[in-house]
């Protein structure tokens, strides 16, 4: 599988996979299944890490395995969209409303459907109306989620989290790991980062949003200022080697901080922007959200390797001054939705908000193809 074919493979899974659960599970499960999916990706991220170790071993052509094998995830995954079903949403939308019944009866595992059946085919009959749905995400009374969604997106990955996830390696080698201790540790960051998921899912919806990036926040920059301050003392132009205490220190301070990204802005940079936009602009939101968060991840991949040769061990100086403004401005900016159904966001959310309810309209009325029309709510409580 070639390059683009593969970063093609990865747009259409991150982009359809979490629509296609918020459409197909049941309204309770919603927000924890959108973790769970953050938690697969790490799940794979580890398995990545356990495979490039284990072909390490095997010369002179283990590297070619090992890029073979990233070709059965894609084979299994091609497979398997043979056998899903379609949604009831995407039957209703198209007009196949039987269907869509008989879709959503057979994933309740019950008859009695037809509360929610009618409320899908509301729901459809609003979304059907609203022809632009990019243009209404431009307008004023959306900025305040437009703006956080693509803020969320690019602080994540200003985080350093693909840098160090991508590179640890390269990273560890130039501690003065071996190459096979260095590929080990990054089995170990990758099982850190799927424990710490795990965190996520049973606490988002007890301490918060907020609190979990507020936490991470600080977890996070103490230990890049720790990296830092560690590799420039023992990292310099006349000698690397760091020696075998504090390279281990650096190890724990790199688990330390993807545990803390593992249980934040990870699954929280997907969860927040899926219960964040109203009905009409929904999908023209998440594709926003998908796109911003490919395009800085390209950005932070082709431009680590150069930052970290001219910038040393100030690169984590560069990521921890992000980490700082991204606290901010979730302290100041991102109001909390723990509990906060989604058709309730505009009135409980931004228009309680200091500084986003000036950009909220007093009525509840808003344009739709130049016509001036109730706001519509969402058609489920999203809300656990």
Known sequence: MGIDEAASLLAMAVSAVPLFLSEIVPTRSRRGLNILFQLNVTIGILFANLVNYGTSKIHPWGWMLSLSLAGIPAVLLTLGALFVMDTPNSLIERGRLDE???????????????????????????????????????????????????????????????????????????????????????????????????????????????????????????????????????????????????????????????????????????????????????????????????????????????????????????????????SLFVLFFLSETKNVPIEEMTERVWKQHWFWKRYMDDDNHHIVNGKITPTMAPPFNYSI
């Open 100 to 326: 869509g019944k008989a879709v959503l009866k057979k994933i309740r595992g019950t008859d009695n459907v037809e509360p929610e059946f009618n409320e899908i085919v509301e729901a459809s009959r609003v979304a059907q109306e609203v022809k632009h749905p990019f243009r209404n995400l431009l307008q004023r009374r959306n900025r305040p989620q437009l703006v956080i969604v693509v803020l969320l997106q690019i602080f994540q990955q200003f985080t350093g989290i693909n840098a160090i996830m991508f590179y640890a390696p390269v990273l560890f080698n130039t501690l003065g790991f071996k190459s096979d201790a260095s590929l080990y540790s990054a089995v170990i960051t990758g099982a850190v980062n799927v424990l710490s998921t795990l965190v996520s899912v049973y606490s988002v919806d007890r301490v918060g949003r907020r609190m979990l990036l507020l936490e991470a926040g600080v977890q996070m920059f103490l230990s890049q200022v720790a990296i830092a301050v560690v590799l420039g003392i023992k990292v310099t132009d006349h000698s690397d080697n760091v020696g075998h205490g504090w390279a281990i220190m650096v190890v724990v301070m790199v688990c330390t901080f993807v545990s803390s990204f593992a249980w934040s802005w990870g699954p929280l940079g997907w969860l927040i922007p899926s219960e964040t936009f109203p009905l009409e602009t929904r999908s023209a939101g998440q594709s926003v959200t998908v796109c911003v968060n490919l395009l800085f991840t390209f950005v932070i991949a082709q431009a680590f390797l150069s930052m970290l040769c001219h910038l040393k061990y100030a690169i984590f100086v560069f990521f921890s001054a992000w980490v700082l403004v991204m």
